[in-house]
């Protein structure tokens, strides 16, 4: 079993900069896909990003394409997410999750594990 934990949310105005963490313990990521979801009040928990087991393969929805950046340290079990020119519908709680298999999905269910959550507000 796995335990995810992220950081580094925060209220930030429009055009700024986070960068999430997610600390992972238990056992290593390295060779696991690993994930960024978000979910807004009301609506259903959506794909952000997903890296390789290896860190060579990464993924992301079109709207964060060119602003975010995921990337991961497998020998600090530490996966980030750097989001840049950040804006008011980037609003959510964003969540870290772990799957099986070399490499990630959209879907939600292929999920195994998942962190309680950090919140990103960003203000106009």
């Known amino acids: 079993q796995v335990q995810l934990a992220e950081s580094g949310g925060g209220l930030v105005q429009a055009g700024g900069s986070l960068r999430l963490s997610c600390a992972a313990s238990?056992?290593?990521?390295?060779?696991?896909?690993m994930a960024w979801f978000r979910q807004a009040p009301g609506k259903e928990r959506e794909f952000v990003s997903t890296?390789?087991?290896?860190?060579?393969?990464?993924h992301y929805t079109d709207s964060v394409k060119g602003r975010f950046t995921i990337s991961r340290d497998n020998a600090k079990n530490m996966v980030y997410l750097q989001m840049n020119s950040l804006q008011p519908e980037d609003t959510a709680a964003y969540y870290c999750?772990?799957?099986?298999?070399?490499?990630?999905?959209?879907?939600?269910?292929?999920?195994?594990?998942w962190g309680q959550g950090t919140q990103v507000t960003v203000s106009s």
């Open positions: 890296i390789s087991g290896s860190g060579i393969t990464t």
């Open positions: 238990g056992r290593t990521i390295r060779g696991y896909a």
């Open positions: 999750a772990i799957k099986s298999g070399l490499y990630g999905s959209v879907n939600v269910r292929e999920y195994d594990y």
